[in-house]
């Protein structure tokens, strides 16, 4: 049974830096595609970055120079650093893994910058 399990999130003041991390048991991490997505209020849920098994990453525009996935693949997580965050990175952050072709969700996290 595949879990992913976040953590992380909060109130940050534009400018501050947050990390979040997702731990997923079930799965064979090296072997996985890991992704965070996000979902602001009234808006489509949107990838945000994602790290393939081969350790490519991608971001959405709006998160390059500012946020960075990484992997560590002996503890199965997948990390996502933001920096300089802004009002408009407000969200649920949501963990993704494709594993065996099916892609799994975690709960979510709430970020939220506001001075």
């Known amino acids: 049974q595949v879990q992913l399990v976040e953590s992380g999130g909060g109130l940050v003041q534009p400018g501050g830096s947050l990390r979040l991390s997702c731990n997923a048991s079930?799965?064979?991490?090296?072997?996985?595609?890991m992704a965070w997505y996000r979902q602001a209020p009234g808006k489509q849920r949107e990838l945000v970055a994602g790290?393939?098994?081969?350790?490519?990453?991608t971001y959405v525009d709006s998160v390059k120079g500012r946020f960075t996935i990484s992997r560590d693949n002996a503890k199965n997580t997948v990390s996502l650093q933001m920096n300089s965050l802004k009002p408009e990175d407000t969200a649920v952050y949501f963990c993704?893994?494709?594993?065996?072709?099916?892609?799994?969700w975690g709960q979510g996290t709430q970020v939220t910058v506001s001075s």
């Open positions: 993704n893994v494709i594993w065996n072709k099916i892609g799994y």
């Open positions: 790290i393939n098994s081969g350790g490519k990453t």
């Open positions: 079930g799965i064979i991490a090296r072997l996985a595609a």
